[in-house]
């Protein structure tokens, strides 16, 4: 007879890097249904993959909302079509998320830079090249202020 692998919270723990009390929120949020054996859960396969994708979803900056939604449409479906669009629309929104905040970092990256060749020819002595700086730091602003 055939009997489904299942695992114990400290297993999934253990195996995925995480605390017993972050897969009981889980479970809170509806992203895990683990059975009972009298007080204590027992998650099947289908448990640990929903968990794997939710732990991958949090990585991809997806909300618990976003990753409980995606689970929802796989429950059972067989024509994966209208879940495979809406998760490339999740992706596409989190990929223009992305972007957008690695063009703000490496805006203030660019600013610290200015800044700190404002200070160094400050430091030296260098009115010129402080001036220089101070100046191209007054261009990126605008810069940032018009785009």
Partial sequence: MFSEQTYTITELAREFGITP??????????LLTPGRAGRARVYSKADRTR???TLRGKRLGLSLAEIGELLGMYGGV?????????????????RASLEQQRRDVEAVLEEIDMIERQCQALLGDNAEGAAAAKAELARCIDRVGTG
Wanted: net charge positive.
């Fill in 51 to 53: 968990l794997k994708l």
């Fill in 21 to 30: 009390r972050a897969i009981r929120f889980y479970e809170d949020q509806g």
């Fill in 78 to 94: 067989q024509d994966s079509l209208p879940q495979l669009e809406r998760f490339l629309r999740v992706l596409a929104e989190r």
